[in-house]
C-alpha cells in the first residue's frame, strides 16, 4: 500500500512540473526584457544577481542590424558597459549593454533551430511584421507599433527580419537558415514554405530611438 502512494505522489510530483518547465522557458522572454531583466529597469549588478559572473565586461559601440535608424547616434559612441554571457536557455550567445547603470538593449545570438520563428508571437506577447532588407529609413518605431502581418505568407525569403514594436522597446529579429545551405539560399534568393529559425534577436529600450 505504501509503495503505491509513494508511486502515485511521484507521478504527481512529474506532471506538476512539467508545465512548470514549459512556463519558465516560455516567460524568459517578454516584450522588455529577458530571464527577469527589464529595459530601462535593470542594473549590471541585477545581470550578475541572475545570470552569475559574465563571460566578458567591457566598454563598447552598439552594432545595431535592421531598425538602426531609428536609433539614436550615440549608438555609435564607446559609452556602453555590454556584459557577454554565453549557453543560458536557448541562447548561444546575450549581449548585455547598460547605459547610466541601466539596461537599454538585449542582444542575442542562437544556434541552429532553437528558436522558430513561428513562436515569436507566443513567447512576446506581441505582433509581429515581415521586413525584407531593412526597415526604410525614414520610417519610425510608431509606423510599426501594434502592427502585425495580415496573412500567413504562402512562402519565405531565404532571409528576413521580423519587427514588432511596443511603448517600451523595439525587437527585432534576423531570421535565416543556418549553415552551407543557409548562404546558398540567400545567395540564389530561395523561396521557403516554412518561416525558419532566429539566428539573432534585439530588444532595444526605446529610450534609444532618435528624439
Same mark, same amino acid.
Given at each position: ?37 527589464? $529595459? ?5 549588478? /541585477?545581470? =550578475?544577481?541572475?545570470? @552569475? *559572473?559574465?563571460? !566578458?565586461?567591457? &566598454? ?59 513562436? $515569436? ?5 506581441? /505582433?509581429? =511584421?515581415?521586413?525584407? @532588407? *531593412?526597415?526604410? !529609413?525614414?520610417? &519610425? ?59 539573432? $534577436? ?10
Amino acid at each position: 500500500m505504501l509503495d503505491c502512494i509513494v508511486a502515485v505522489l511521484i507521478v504527481m510530483c512529474v506532471v506538476a512540473l512539467e508545465p512548470v518547465g514549459l512556463g519558465q522557458q516560455t516567460s524568459a522572454y517578454k516584450p522588455d526584457g529577458w530571464q527577469g531583466l527589464t $529595459l530601462d529597469k535593470s542594473s549590471p549588478e /541585477d545581470a =550578475v544577481r541572475l545570470l @552569475g *559572473q559574465p563571460f !566578458s565586461d567591457k &566598454t563598447e559601440r552598439l552594432q545595431i542590424y535592421n531598425i538602426d535608424a531609428w536609433v539614436s547616434p550615440m549608438q555609435k559612441e564607446k559609452i556602453f558597459r555590454v556584459l557577454t554571457y554565453k549557453n543560458i536557455g536557448d541562447v548561444k550567445q546575450a549581449a548585455l549593454a547598460f547605459l547610466d547603470n541601466r539596461l537599454v538593449r538585449i542582444h542575442m545570438k542562437y544556434a541552429d533551430n532553437k528558436f522558430p520563428a513561428k513562436d $515569436l508571437r507566443e513567447r512576446f506577447g506581441v /505582433d509581429f =511584421v515581415l521586413v525584407e @532588407g *531593412q526597415v526604410p !529609413s525614414n520610417s &519610425t518605431p510608431s509606423m510599426y507599433e501594434g502592427q502585425k502581418e495580415a496573412r500567413a505568407l504562402k512562402k519565405y525569403p531565404a532571409a528576413y527580419y521580423m519587427v514588432g514594436v511596443t511603448p517600451q522597446s523595439m525587437i527585432s529579429a534576423f531570421v535565416a537558415r543556418g549553415g552551407i545551405k543557409g548562404i546558398l539560399e540567400i545567395a540564389n534568393d530561395v523561396k521557403r514554405k516554412e518561416p525558419g529559425s532566429l539566428m539573432h $534577436l534585439d530588444i532595444i529600450s526605446r529610450t534609444l530611438a532618435k528624439r
